[in-house]
């Protein structure tokens, strides 16, 4: 049974780096790419960014000179880094694995078919 | 920015045929996907590359495509088919993903 466990601080100050880190556990690292998705409190889902086994990443434009999403294939994890934080940045965070679609050439991103549980993060001082 | 298009809501009796659609404009060369949202829950994939339907996914849940519009169809609506529904493709470079702002569901 695959399972992605996020995990990380539930409260950052504002200004700070919020961190999270995904452990993947129980399936292939290799064969998909990773995301990071957020939902503020009573809002929609918002893509942050993805990291592919080999390191390559691509975020949000509205989020990308604040986004760092780095990948760990030792330890079956990735991560996200998010700098100067304020309130609006406070939300659930989840963590998601990506189908690749490779009915083409090359491969493109898919759906994504399996979710962590979300980490609540709170933006307060 | 690229953006994808959802009603706010939408609300049908048990029983009835629920129609949530998603508009964009890279949809007729785009990949849609929908997922299920319940409160307090992660969201879970119903529909996938348009019209595929995951294993374990209720026969009810259908998709179907025309133009630059994405349409989820819910055949015989149930009480538990309650929750937010959200589509999600790429932007016209395939770079980047984008959810729409998510419909909810309500059963009356």
């Known amino acids: 049974q695959v399972q992605l466990q996020g995990s990380g601080p539930g409260l950052v100050k504002p200004s700070e780096t919020l961190s999270l880190t995904c452990s993947v556990s129980?399936?292939?690292?290799?064969?998909?790419?990773w995301n990071w998705i957020r939902q503020s409190p009573g809002k929609g889902l918002e893509w942050i960014g993805y990291?592919?086994?080999?390191?390559?990443?691509n975020s949000n434009p509205s989020l990308k000179s604040r986004v760092t999403i780095s990948v760990d294939t030792s330890q079956n994890q990735f991560s996200l880094k998010l700098r100067s934080v304020t309130a609006a940045d406070t939300a659930v965070y989840y963590c998601?694995?990506?189908?690749?679609?490779?009915?083409?050439?090359?491969?493109?991103?898919?759906?994504?078919?399996?979710w962590g549980r979300g980490t609540l993060v709170t933006v307060s001082s | 920015s690229y953006e994808l298009t959802q009603p706010p809501s939408v609300s049908v009796s048990p029983g009835q045929t629920a129609r949530i659609t998603c508009s964009g404009d890279t949809l007729p060369r785009q990949f849609a996907h929908w997922y299920q949202q319940k409160p307090g829950q992660a969201p879970v994939v119903v529909i996938y590359?348009?019209?595929k339907r995951p294993s374990g996914v209720p026969e009810r849940f259908s998709g179907s495509t025309s133009g630059r519009t994405v349409t989820l169809t819910i055949s015989g609506v149930q009480a538990e088919d309650e929750a937010d529904y959200y589509c999600h493709s790429t932007d016209n470079t395939d770079s980047l993903g984008v959810f729409g702002g998510g419909t909810k569901l309500t059963v009356l």
């Open positions: 998601a694995r990506g189908e690749l679609d490779c009915s083409g050439h090359p491969c493109s991103r898919s759906y994504f078919d399996l």
């Open positions: 990291v592919y086994y080999s390191g390559v990443t």
């Open positions: 590359k348009d019209t």
């Open positions: 129980g399936g292939s690292f290799s064969s998909y790419y």
